[in-house]
């Protein structure tokens, strides 16, 4: 099992937005110093539900300033770039450390950034099939070539190559987030792991994994590569010694947030949207994910990996707000939980 940390650079209520990122960028440092596997980054434009919007140029200046940990993007959207350009900036990164950089990508959302990029609403309702398998010949092929409905263009060369890496894989590997079973389809046909959100509990969690494992025995990938696919979890912890207090910590801040975070989302062709109320999903989260003592959250991780066959967890850490009693939990992730698992 590994345990890494979910990062948002949320900004919370009375708070600028480099405050977000600064807290952002240590708690990856703690999360290191701490022991945990791996860093996920989180991509989002203009909201302040997340202050990065560049997963991998954040992900770049993490990588410089560790020396053991994953990064890794959750997720990098695809509706709103160019594959071949995030293939380059995801073999660049690989290449240069040492083979630590994993490629989260998405679909994203019906947001107003497909039309400040340019990329249109048919980007992310079509898309996202033919952006990826672009991406992943990218990241895997010596030279590439594309003649699809959104991109055609004559063979070039892959520079840098990922597969001169000196790693056990020949590139980054690519993980997909996955909330429908078209695109838990679309991941498994591919043999890529997924990345499931952390308002999916275990019960749809395993029903996910199944259904990922039946169209991936379909598509012909062996039973070893099946059984073995390092799926991703997130969702949300925050230690205390008393679950009562922990539980408190998130609704007292984490409602502000996703009120003001999430309800600044505009989509592109004026849909409309409904929003979760905010108290009753930090409620839900509380619920569902390690919130709690020490030992509770230990065996509530324990539990969603045997029942769901979930191997990786990104935890988002920050809830509280407020940097110090972030890297105090980061910390006492590291130390106080991860141990009981083994």
């Known amino acids: 099992m590994h345990v890494g940390s979910f990062v948002l650079a949320a900004q919370f209520p009375g708070q600028g937005q480099g405050e977000a990122l600064h807290r952002a960028v240590r708690s990856a440092e703690v999360a290191e110093e701490a022991g945990l596997d791996a860093v996920w980054l989180a991509e989002h434009h203009f909201v302040p539900y997340g202050t990065c919007p560049s997963a991998v140029t954040l992900a770049a200046l993490l990588l410089g300033r560790t020396?053991?940990?994953?990064?890794?993007?959750?997720?990098?959207?695809?509706?709103?770039?160019?594959p071949v350009a995030l293939g380059e900036q995801a073999?660049?990164?690989?290449?240069?450390?040492?083979?630590?950089f994993s490629l989260g990508v998405g679909r994203g959302g019906p947001w107003v950034d497909l039309e400040v990029f340019g990329s249109g609403l048919e980007a992310y309702e079509s898309g996202f099939p033919e952006s990826l398998d672009l991406l992943v010949r990218w990241l895997r092929e010596p030279s590439v070539a594309a003649s699809g409905e959104r991109f055609a263009f004559r063979e070039v060369p892959v520079v840098p190559r990922?597969?001169?890496?000196?790693?056990?894989?020949?590139?980054?590997?690519?993980?997909?987030?996955?909330?429908?079973?078209?695109?838990?389809?679309?991941a498994a046909e591919r043999g890529l792991a997924m990345l499931l959100g952390m308002h999916v509990g275990d019960e749809e969690k395993a029903e996910m994994v199944a259904l990922w494992r039946r169209h991936a025995r379909a598509s012909g990938h062996p039973p070893e590569q099946v059984l073995g696919a390092a799926h991703v979890s997130a969702g949300v912890c925050q230690i205390a010694d008393r679950r009562q207090d922990a539980v408190e910590t998130l609704t007292k801040a984490m409602p502000g947030w996703l009120r003001q975070g999430l309800g600044a989302h505009v989509t592109v062709d004026g849909r409309e949207r409904s929003m979760r109320d905010p108290l009753a999903y930090t409620e839900l989260l509380c619920g569902l994910?390690?919130?709690?003592?020490?030992?509770?959250?230990?065996?509530?991780?324990?539990?969603?990996?045997?029942?769901?066959?979930?191997?990786?967890?990104?935890?988002?850490?920050?809830?509280?707000?407020?940097?110090?009693?972030?890297?105090?939990?980061?910390?006492?992730?590291?130390?106080?939980?991860?141990?009981?698992?083994?």
Not at 92 to 99: A, D, E, F, I, R
Not at 165 to 184: D, F, H, I, Y
């Open 67 to 82: 020396h053991r940990i994953r990064v890794g993007t959750a997720v990098s959207v695809l509706s709103t770039t160019h």
């Open 91 to 100: 073999a660049l990164l690989h290449l240069t450390s040492g083979g630590r």
């Open 162 to 186: 990922p597969s001169e890496a000196l790693t056990e894989t020949a590139g980054p590997e690519v993980v997909v987030a996955c909330t429908s079973p078209a695109s838990v389809r679309l």
């Open 289 to 342: 994910h390690p919130v709690g003592t020490p030992r509770l959250c230990a065996d509530r991780l324990a539990a969603t990996s045997e029942r769901t066959g979930v191997s990786r967890f990104a935890l988002l850490t920050e809830g509280s707000g407020d940097l110090a009693a972030t890297e105090e939990n980061i910390r006492r992730l590291g130390a106080e939980v991860i141990p009981h698992l083994g």
